[in-house]
């Protein structure tokens, strides 16, 4: 991808971001000119606060070095933000992804798949607070183990450092 496109998408985002009506920036010379590693957009409604690396695809996989993402969640825990990956596949909008629900190569790299996007991220509107995900194991009769898998995937992201105790906590009320 371009570094023109790249910076479009992320003025595309923080534009997205403002019309849903979060205060937000662009991070200056974010992944370049600054010897501290600072995240492409932070945004906040007053009462939820995001760090965001923002990345897109024409339709190949997105990669995202383990470096990248130990700066976006070290940034956003000192910040007190809530670190997401924003991606964007061409013809598609924007999903959003926590750090730890992305798939980690054996390489210790990160990758999130068009098709992962499509079926697991979060779309923009539930990321706004416009709408909620319901899934068709919620709609149908309810499982109890799928909640278990939940709770260890809040337990074993804490585990890792990757989520605060405190956002698990509101994820798991």
């Known amino acids: 991808m371009s570094h023109a496109k790249g ?3 992320e003025r595309e985002l923080v534009n ?16 370049s000119a600054t010897e501290r590693e600072l995240p492409d957009v932070l945004a906040g409604d007053g009462e939820t606060f995001y760090a965001i690396e923002a990345k897109s695809s024409s339709g190949d996989p997105i990669y995202l070095s383990g470096e990248e993402v130990e700066a976006l969640t070290y940034f956003a825990q000192n910040f007190g933000a809530k670190p997401r990956i924003g991606v964007r596949f061409d013809r598609e909008d924007w999903y959003f ?3 730890a629900d992305l ?10 798949k068009k098709e992962t ?22 709609v ?16 074993n ?4 450092g990757t ?5 698990a906590a509101d994820l798991l009320e």
């Open 7 to 9: 910076d479009r998408r």
């Open 97 to 99: 992804f926590h750090p």
């Open 103 to 112: 798939h980690v190569t054996d390489g210790g790299n990160y990758r999130v």
């Open 117 to 138: 996007a499509l079926a697991d991220g979060t779309d923009f509107p539930e990321f706004v607070g416009d709408s909620e995900k319901v899934t068709l194991e919620e």
């Open 157 to 160: 992201a804490v585990k890792q």
């Open 16 to 31: 997205e971001l403002d019309e849903a009506g979060f205060a937000v920036m662009r991070a200056p010379a974010s992944g």
């Open 140 to 155: 149908g009769e309810d499982r109890g183990d799928s909640h278990d898998e939940d709770v260890l995937r809040v337990l």
């Open 163 to 167: 989520m605060e105790i405190e956002e």
